[in-house]
């Protein structure tokens, strides 16, 4: 799937792509709306009908991804809910394996994700993959989300990628159009995010349905 000789630097995405999705939808989806409606007297699905509008009319903005935001903007310790469920939060199959070759190989990736610096470091102590990556990089801390073009301007100022021979792997749709429209030229995304539910269509990106296929 991937020539490695024609590939300088690895870029991988953390929720959806080297983490299971599934705890992050169950957290927005159900767990918070469950938490949040039981302090103002709501059941569950009549929080849904006022979280969801809210929630969907910041996708794809930085702070869609801040939890300082959500929390302030809901009135709620984001971060303490998200580690009353931690448990839930699982690496994909195989990427360890997938990350121990690149290694190997002298290919030692970098993390660009949009998820705030508290969640990073949760789930990286949690699953343990922090130590095969030489950076990485959080979209808040250069202000700007994945899903725009300045991110990947501000991130090539900072790391000096040649894009030709970068390599970007994401589930977010988005990400790779503009990451494509920037010039990089390797992209691939994951046919099932969230072990929970169907495999999806990745539209006019390959899919990886497990990470062995790249090796």
């Known amino acids: 799937m991937i020539n490695w000789n024609d590939v300088d630097t690895i870029l ?6 080297l983490l299971d999705l599934y705890f992050d939808n169950y957290f927005w989806q159900e767990y918070l709306p469950m938490h949040w409606g039981e302090k103002r007297g709501l059941d569950v699905e009549a929080a849904k009908r006022e979280l969801i509008p809210r929630f969907k009319s910041m996708e794809g903005t930085l702070s869609w991804y801040c939890l300082d935001f959500w929390s302030q903007e809901l009135k709620i310790d984001v971060l303490q809910l998200k580690v009353d469920i931690e448990h839930l939060i699982q690496v994909r199959p ?6 121990e070759v690149l290694v190997s190989r002298n290919k030692t990736p970098v993390m660009v994700t ?3 610096q508290d969640l990073i470091t949760m789930k990286l102590e949690k ?6 990556f030489r950076e990485i990089i959080s979209s808040h801390r250069l202000g700007a989300p994945k ?6 301007h501000k991130l090539n100022q900072d790391m000096k990628f040649n894009p030709a021979r970068t390599l ?30 169907p495999v999806r269509n990745t539209e006019e990106f390959m899919a990886i349905h497990d990470f062995r296929d790249l090796m």
Do not use: C
């Open 168 to 197: 970007l792997i994401d589930d977010n749709l988005t990400v790779l159009r503009t990451a494509r429209a920037y010039g990089i030229s390797n992209l691939f995304s994951i046919a099932r995010p969230d072990s929970q539910a």
């Open 114 to 116: 949009n998820a705030h």
């Open 12 to 17: 991988l995405d953390m929720d959806g792509t």
């Open 127 to 132: 699953t343990g993959i922090g130590k095969y």
């Open 94 to 99: 195989s990427v360890p394996e997938f990350l």
């Open 147 to 152: 899903e725009e073009t300045e991110f990947w």
